[in-house]
T-cell receptor, first 113, second 109 residues
Framework: NAGVTQTPKFRVLKTGQSMTLLCAQDMNHEYMYWYRQDPGMGLRLIHY???????AKGEVPDGYNVSRLKKQNFLLGLESAAPSQTSVYFCASRTGQEHNEQFFGPGTRLTVL | GQNIDQPTEMTATEGAIVQINCTYQTSGFNGLFWYQQHAGEAPTFLSY??LDGLEEKGRFSSFLSRSKGYSYLLLKELQMKDSASYLC??????????WGAGTKLIIKP
């Protein structure tokens, strides 16, 4: 099993450009999450999904959109990138049982110039 | 507001024991997680506590006191590979994880 994978691993954008980050998991997990991690701060939840076809806003959703058309995939879109979106983005997934841990992808390092 | 506090950085010696503390104030409590994150890598799960007391797992143990809003992660027989950041996260009333900023642990020979 590959677990949770993310593409791309690195990306540099100019302000105003758009891009989509792809997360895929092969563990048949119901829940999927997108976080951003910035220096000196905890992981912050951007959006999450509790199942195929569902999405919900997290703590910092502005400037991002998501889609979960297939259970195994969770896409994060930036429509018009801003320098404040420079960060490391992590995708995570877990089963439907709350006490189960989240499994993380390797991360995408995004720089917006 | 919701808040998770943990020390920014700690230093310990190879072979020794270190305790990393975490205090929290959250809207509801459905468990506390500890994760390990090596530099440039993804967080990986270490432990989960939902009841008061100590959970032991090899060289790592985690303690929880819900009445005090307090947890610690205890690492014994430190090895150089334990150099990493340790993240404390609390599951709130909405079953979302609220994350601390992490404690960077530096192990010296």
């Amino acid at each position: 099993n590959a677990g949770v994978t993310q593409t791309p691993k690195f990306r540099v954008l100019k302000t105003g450009q758009s891009m989509t980050l792809l997360c895929a998991q092969d563990m048949n997990h119901e829940y999927m999450y997108w976080y951003r991690q910035d220096p000196g701060m905890g992981l912050r939840l951007i959006h999450y999904s509790v199942g195929e076809g569902t999405t919900a806003k997290g703590e910092v959703p502005d400037g991002y959109n998501v889609s979960r058309l297939k259970k195994q995939n969770f896409l994060l879109g930036l429509e018009s990138a801003a320098p404040s979106q420079t960060s490391v983005y992590f995708c995570a997934s877990r089963t439907g049982q709350e006490h189960n841990e989240q499994f993380f992808g390797p991360g995408t390092r995004l720089t917006v110039l | 507001g919701q808040n998770i506090d943990q020390p920014t950085e700690m230093t310990a010696t190879e072979g020794a024991i270190v305790q990393i503390n975490c205090t929290y104030q959250t809207s509801g409590f459905n468990g506390l997680f500890w994760y390990q994150q090596h530099a440039g890598e993804a967080p990986t799960f270490l432990s989960y506590n939902v009841l008061d007391g100590l959970e032991e797992k090899g060289r790592f143990s985690s303690f929880l006191s819900r009445s005090k809003g307090y947890s610690y992660l205890l690492l014994k027989e430190l090895q150089m590979k334990d150099s990493a950041s340790y993240l404390c996260a609390v599951m709130d009333s909405n079953y979302q994880l609220i994350w601390g900023a992490g404690t960077k642990l530096i192990i010296k020979p």
